[in-house]
């Protein structure tokens, strides 16, 4: 039976990009098939290589960003590694680096010397603050990202500072909204035959990833209330998302808005100490802040009698959105995600195991992702430059110079 191609099939992406929100864009893409070249440093190779290394086991952070690439060692100081990635460049669709502002440039391959060798090239450049402004030439990271895209407030609590957190959303928001980025400047190099430069930056994914929730606080000119329930809209129109913590201390969350609270509160069993309490009415939570804290400590009283199995499911039966809060093992285990394969499992022969991974977030039903592992350091080098055209003798010859 012939193995089914990926929806990027024919697709050829050449990057020099490491760490995360550099790789994960190229990642996706072979997932759906795309040929990914990621050009590495000989003989030492992406950093991350050796980033959270667990015993008898690869790198989680380079598997994770680099599964199903091909691994080309070149030297780009040397005249003839440029040479080799000028050849791939002439064949590729994409061009992806997240070097330091600048960096590119200075070593042959920013975007106009790379347009002039391939002028349908899409080169896709991801820094950290973005290409102007007062702090463009300088390095990002994903926590200097979070720090300054407002992200920490959204999981604040009042009285408490602001802090970042240990899932790198900027690196993967960023990482993401670059994959659109390469779609949309792949459609258009298509249809029109040109090429052009994509940036895209962590700063600019975290303000897009704050949504409509910051889109109201500029126009209120306020920040948002924190702390453990969203309780929007007015009087007449209103609605909440909160969380609250059961008999055993298992936090949940639950959504809903005005029209749907006394149908809540019947199904919980709550409705006749809410009404005593004056809260048959979401709306009066958003006339004043301590009608609000009156009424989730009220809320927090009555969840805290029962499990949170118990709720979620009567919340779920009355149609209303609710789901346990998990943790990252519980997530990974959760029903939904393993009944979608956004968790899945892949065999490591070289270690023996099969392990999980992430799957993919698409379901493509005629043209499936396939989920890779990541290379070894320089394990397509032969292939990759046997496949331009370069003789046995002289890989060796620049295997033998370092070139490789």
Same mark, same amino acid.
């Given at each position: 039976? *012939?193995?089914?191609?990926?929806?990027?099939?024919?697709?050829?992406?050449?990057? %020099?990009?490491?760490?995360?929100?550099? *790789?994960?864009? #190229?990642?996706?893409?072979?997932?759906?098939? @795309?040929?990914?070249?990621?050009?590495?440093?000989?003989?030492?190779?992406?950093?991350?290589?050796?980033?959270?290394?667990?015993?008898?086991?690869?790198?989680?952070?380079?598997?994770?960003?680099?599964?199903?690439?091909?691994?080309?060692?070149?030297?780009?100081?040397? @005249?003839?590694?440029?040479?080799?990635?000028?050849?791939?460049?002439?064949?590729?669709?994409?061009?992806?680096?997240?070097?330091?502002?600048?960096?590119?440039?200075?070593?042959?391959?920013?975007?106009?010397?790379?347009?002039?060798?391939?002028?349908?090239?899409?080169?896709?450049?991801?820094?950290?603050?973005?290409?102007?402004?007062?702090? +463009? =030439? /300088?390095?990002?990271?994903?926590?200097?990202?979070?720090?300054?895209?407002?992200?920490?407030?959204?999981?604040?609590?009042?009285?408490?500072?602001?802090?970042?957190?240990?899932?790198?959303?900027?690196?993967? *928001? %960023? @990482?993401? /909204?670059?994959?659109?980025?390469?779609?949309?400047?792949?459609?258009?190099?298509?249809?029109?035959?040109?090429?052009?430069?994509?940036?895209?930056?962590?700063?600019?994914?975290?303000?897009?990833? =704050?949504?409509?929730?910051?889109?109201?606080?500029?126009?209120?000119?306020?920040?948002?209330?924190?702390?453990?329930?969203?309780?929007?809209?007015?009087?007449?129109?209103?609605?909440?998302?909160? &969380?609250?913590?059961?008999?055993?201390?298992?936090?949940?969350?639950?959504?809903?808005?005005?029209?749907?609270?006394?149908?809540? =509160? &019947?199904?919980?069993?709550?409705? +006749?100490?809410?009404?005593?309490?004056?809260?048959?009415?979401?709306?009066?939570?958003?006339?004043?802040?301590?009608?609000?804290?009156? =009424?989730?400590?009220?809320?927090?009283?009555?969840?805290?009698?029962?499990?949170?199995?118990?709720?979620?499911?009567?919340?779920?039966? +009355?149609?209303?959105?609710? +789901?346990?809060?998990? *943790? /990252?093992?519980?997530?990974?285990?959760?029903?939904?995600?393993?009944?979608?394969? #956004?968790?899945?499992?892949?065999? #490591?022969?070289?270690?023996?195991?099969?392990?999980?991974?992430?799957?993919?977030?698409?379901?493509?039903?005629?043209?499936?992702?396939?989920?890779?592992?990541?290379?070894?350091?320089?394990?397509?080098?032969? @292939?990759? /430059?046997? &496949?331009?055209?370069?003789?046995?003798?002289?890989?060796?010859?620049?295997?033998?110079?370092?070139?490789?």
């Amino acid at each position: 039976m *012939t193995e089914s191609r990926g929806p990027l099939d024919g697709v050829k992406v050449v990057a %020099c990009s490491t760490a995360q929100a550099g *790789t994960v864009p #190229y990642v996706l893409m072979a997932d759906l098939g @795309a040929e990914v070249i990621k050009i590495e440093l000989p003989g030492v190779g992406d950093p991350s290589r050796t980033t959270s290394q667990l015993p008898g086991l690869p790198s989680t952070y380079f598997e994770t960003n680099n599964r199903g690439v091909k691994s080309l060692t070149l030297n780009l100081k040397a @005249a003839e590694g440029r040479e080799i990635l000028y050849q791939l460049v002439r064949e590729a669709d994409v061009f992806g680096q997240n070097f330091r502002p600048g960096a590119a440039e200075k070593n042959g391959f920013g975007y106009e010397d790379l347009k002039k060798i391939n002028p349908k090239i899409v080169y896709v450049s991801i820094s950290g603050y973005g290409p102007r402004g007062p702090h +463009a =030439m /300088l390095p990002g990271t994903d926590a200097m990202a979070q720090a300054l895209g407002g992200i920490a407030e959204a999981y604040s609590a009042p009285g408490q500072p602001l802090k970042t957190g240990i899932v790198s959303v900027a690196d993967e *928001t %960023c @990482a993401i /909204l670059a994959f659109g980025g390469i779609m949309a400047g792949l459609y258009c190099a298509k249809t029109t035959g040109v090429g052009q430069k994509i940036d895209t930056s962590l700063l600019g994914g975290q303000i897009r990833l =704050m949504g409509w929730t910051l889109t109201t606080a500029m126009w209120k000119d306020e920040n948002p209330v924190t702390g453990q329930a969203r309780i929007m809209g007015t009087a007449e129109r209103p609605a909440i998302s909160a &969380s609250f913590n059961d008999r055993d201390g298992k936090p949940f969350v639950l959504q809903m808005g005005g029209r749907e609270w006394n149908k809540a =509160m &019947s199904a919980l069993g709550f409705e +006749a100490e809410m009404t005593a309490k004056g809260f048959d009415d979401l709306g009066v939570a958003v006339t004043s802040a301590e009608r609000r804290e009156a =009424m989730l400590k009220t809320l927090d009283g009555l969840f805290a009698t029962g499990s949170r199995d118990k709720w979620v499911e009567i919340l779920r039966q +009355a149609d209303i959105v609710s +789901a346990p809060i998990n *943790t /990252l093992l519980e997530a990974s285990n959760d029903p939904d995600v393993l009944a979608n394969a #956004y968790v899945t499992e892949v065999e #490591y022969p070289k270690h023996g195991k099969t392990l999980k991974v992430h799957g993919s977030p698409w379901h493509f039903s005629e043209t499936p992702a396939k989920i890779g592992i990541a290379p070894e350091l320089g394990e397509h080098n032969d @292939a990759i /430059l046997k &496949s331009l055209g370069y003789s046995k003798i002289r890989i060796q010859e620049l295997r033998d110079k370092n070139v490789i």
